[in-house]
């Protein structure tokens, strides 16, 4: 089906040549100008690699001026690796610097400096009508193929502009640069809907080319080549292949609230904060929406991405004390993205939060007003924790608890840490557990007669991350257990317990998924 697709296209194209030499306004000599040898040097295939290195699927791209290779987002659906080959024949391993699903644009890191690189052109100026050339590898096996057409039509789909083309491409031309006549990057090779003839459609340029400086296109692209993908580029069904979907993530409606936790198992930005995807569906452009996170245990920061917005929406401080709020009406429906993030100091911020997205609109708090509110709210806090601040708990008790910011910090290892009270009697033996689903749990015993040592600490003796400390106490008097965690400003609910004698510990390693 694929041969007989291609024969009508290459006698198009020799039927058309001698129109398109007759056009005063665009000459055939424009094209010309593009050194194809030079432009086939700077174009690469793309390999998708599976956990044991095995070749999943290829695709191709191309080195831009900033010395990234950029090639569209769904050539590394599922994988796990990645690796480029050069016009040459030589091989590169390569990783993910930015993605934008939704725009199914990413951007690759290799070793060294290309040799040749392609300049970026404005989509923009490009005219229906206007003469494209794409260079590819058509299924894989075809490298530098040249083909020529025509920009057929320009179109918005979910937020983005595609060029609808009419040059041929095939599978494996997934990520090819479309050059305008002066041999610049104007498009990304897209998608293709195989049941028409040159219906062909590349990602305008204008609004990718600076995806490397989007901080959430960078967080995007820390969990692409990983076991645990955050988003699912997989291609529509039917007759439509390749066209990436935003990610099935989890949903929040208008006027929801939902509660969820950040934790030591969940996705790391390059500064050492944790953050969580969610989307949303907006009502549309006539109505503005407010969504508010909130945490009593970590600084938010909210953050909002869209197909339809140039830039992400980012805010730390514009709701009550700390929390962050976006109040405005979107562009479309979307879906947008909502990404649940907190602030890079102190790092690896942990605990609860609350979201929620509801009608109307509400006041936003903008620079020094906003951050002196965070502060106000922080140091009477602190003042309320510091002053309240007293725990105890007793053999058979069961007490609930939280770690928060406002609780002593140990500068030794950069963890939270809460000491609760407890009356020991000499000679008497004891368990105490200690359980959260937002930290690794760790404790220690101190007091009268304990010196240290390991004998009065532990970390996953309870199985799951839990701790389990069996102990006996040393003398008669008042001891503290310490409620501490293993992870780095960890933060989040817990549960302690205290029961009389000993219980059996677990050899178990600390295996936790993201949640």
């Given at each position: 089906?694929?041969?007989?697709?291609?024969?009508?296209?290459?006698?198009?194209?020799?039927?058309?040549?001698?129109?398109?030499?007759?056009?005063?306004?665009?000459?055939?000599?424009?094209?010309?100008?593009?050194?194809?040898?030079?432009?086939?040097?700077?174009?690469?295939?793309?390999?998708?690699?599976?956990?044991?290195?095995?070749?999943?699927?290829?695709?191709?791209?191309?080195?831009?001026?900033?010395?990234?290779?950029?090639?569209?987002?769904?050539?590394?659906?599922?994988?796990?690796?990645?690796?480029?080959?050069?016009?040459?024949?030589?091989?590169?391993?390569?990783?993910?610097?930015?993605?934008?699903?939704?725009?199914?644009?990413?951007?690759?890191?290799?070793?060294?400096?290309?040799?040749?690189?392609?300049?970026?052109?404005?989509?923009?100026?490009?005219?229906?009508?206007?003469?494209?050339?794409?260079?590819?590898n058509p299924l894989g096996q075809l490298p530098g193929t040249v083909s020529r057409?025509?920009?057929?039509?320009?179109?918005?789909?979910?937020?983005?502009?595609?060029?609808?083309?009419?040059?041929?491409?095939?599978?494996?031309?997934?990520?090819?640069?479309?050059?305008?006549?002066?041999?610049?990057?104007?498009?990304?090779?897209?998608?293709?809907?195989?049941?028409?003839?040159?219906?062909?459609?590349?990602?305008?340029?204008?609004?990718?080319?600076?995806?490397?400086?989007?901080?959430?296109?960078?967080?995007?692209?820390?969990?692409?080549?990983?076991?645990?993908?955050?988003?699912?580029?997989?291609?529509?069904?039917?007759?439509r292949t390749s066209m990436s979907n935003i990610a099935n993530l989890p949903q929040v409606a208008i006027d929801q609230m939902i509660s969820g936790?950040?934790?030591?198992?969940?996705?790391?930005?390059?500064?050492?904060?944790?953050?969580?995807?969610?989307?949303?569906?907006?009502?549309?452009?006539?109505?503005?929406?407010?969504?508010?996170?909130?945490?009593?245990?970590?600084?938010?920061?909210?953050?909002?991405?869209?197909?339809?917005?140039?830039?992400?929406?980012?805010?730390?401080?514009?709701?009550?004390?700390?929390?962050?709020?976006?109040?405005?009406?979107?562009?479309?429906?979307?879906?947008?993205?909502?990404?649940?993030?907190?602030?890079?100091?102190?790092?690896?911020?942990?605990?609860?939060?609350?979201?929620?997205?509801?009608?109307?609109?509400?006041?936003?708090?903008?620079?020094?007003?906003?951050?002196?509110?965070?502060?106000?709210?922080?140091?009477?806090?602190?003042?309320?924790?510091?002053?309240?601040?007293?725990?105890?708990?007793?053999?058979?008790?069961?007490?609930?608890?939280?770690?928060?910011?406002?609780?002593?910090?140990?500068?030794?290892?950069?963890?939270?840490?809460?000491?609760?009270?407890?009356?020991?009697?000499?000679?008497?033996?004891?368990?105490?557990?200690?359980?959260?689903?937002?930290?690794?749990?760790?404790?220690?015993?101190?007091?009268?007669?304990?010196?240290?040592?390991?004998?009065?600490?532990?970390?996953?003796?309870?199985?799951?991350?839990?701790?389990?400390?069996?102990?006996?106490?040393?003398?008669?008097?008042?001891?503290?257990?310490?409620?501490?965690?293993?992870?780095?400003?960890?933060?989040?609910?817990?549960?302690?317990?205290?029961?009389?004698?000993?219980?059996?510990?677990?050899?178990?390693?600390?295996?936790?998924?993201?949640?």
């Amino acid at each position: 089906m694929r041969g007989r697709t291609l024969t009508p296209f290459v006698a198009l194209a020799l039927i058309a040549s001698p129109l398109t030499s007759q056009k005063p306004t665009r000459p055939a000599s424009a094209l010309a100008a593009i050194d194809i040898p030079v432009v086939r040097k700077a174009v690469v295939t793309i390999q998708a690699l599976d956990a044991s290195g095995r070749l999943m699927a290829s695709g191709t791209g191309f080195f831009v001026t900033e010395g990234y290779v950029v090639t569209a987002a769904h050539v590394l659906e599922d994988a796990a690796g990645c690796r480029i080959e050069l016009s040459d024949g030589q091989q590169q391993r390569c990783s993910v610097t930015a993605v934008d699903t939704a725009k199914d644009v990413v951007m690759l890191t290799v070793s060294g400096r290309p040799s040749t690189t392609l300049r970026w052109g404005s989509s923009e100026s490009m005219k229906d009508g206007d003469e494209v050339t794409v260079i590819s590898n058509p299924l894989g096996q075809l490298p530098g193929t040249v083909s020529r057409g025509i920009i057929s039509a320009s179109r918005v789909v979910n937020g983005t502009k595609l060029l609808q083309i009419s040059a041929a491409i095939s599978h494996g031309s997934s990520g090819a640069p479309v050059l305008n006549a002066r041999g610049q990057v104007i498009g990304i090779v897209r998608s293709t809907i195989e049941a028409g003839q040159s219906l062909n459609f590349a990602t305008a340029t204008d609004a990718i080319r600076n995806l490397n400086n989007d901080q959430v296109a960078v967080a995007e692209g820390q969990a692409l080549l990983t076991p645990k993908n955050i988003v699912n580029t997989a291609g529509a069904a039917g007759s439509r292949t390749s066209m990436s979907n935003i990610a099935n993530l989890p949903q929040v409606a208008i006027d929801q609230m939902i509660s969820g936790s950040l934790t030591g198992s969940d996705s790391l930005y390059p500064d050492n904060s944790y953050f969580k995807f969610y989307q949303f569906t907006a009502p549309g452009p006539r109505d503005t929406v407010t969504i508010d996170l909130s945490s009593d245990d970590f600084d938010p920061v909210l953050i909002i991405r869209g197909a339809d917005l140039d830039n992400s929406i980012i805010n730390d401080d514009g709701g009550q004390g700390c929390s962050a709020r976006v109040s405005r009406a979107f562009p479309s429906t979307g879906p947008y993205r909502i990404l649940v993030n907190t602030t890079s100091s102190p790092e690896r911020q942990t605990g609860r939060f609350s979201l929620s997205i509801t009608r109307g609109a509400k006041p936003v708090q903008e620079g020094s007003a906003a951050s002196a509110d965070c502060q106000s709210a922080s140091s009477s806090s602190s003042a309320s924790g510091a002053s309240t601040a007293s725990h105890s708990i007793e053999v058979g008790q069961t007490q609930q608890g939280t770690l928060t910011r406002n609780d002593v910090l140990l500068t030794s290892d950069s963890t939270y840490a809460q000491p609760w009270t407890i009356q020991g009697r000499a000679g008497t033996t004891i368990t105490i557990d200690l359980e959260s689903d937002a930290f690794d749990s760790y404790l220690f015993l101190r007091g009268p007669g304990i010196s240290g040592g390991r004998d009065f600490q532990d970390d996953d003796s309870g199985g799951n991350c839990h701790a389990r400390l069996t102990a006996t106490f040393p003398q008669t008097g008042e001891y503290e257990i310490v409620v501490n965690t293993a992870d780095h400003y960890a933060t989040g609910a817990f549960s302690l317990s205290v029961t009389s004698g000993s219980k059996p510990k677990s050899v178990a390693r600390c295996t936790r998924n993201s949640q």
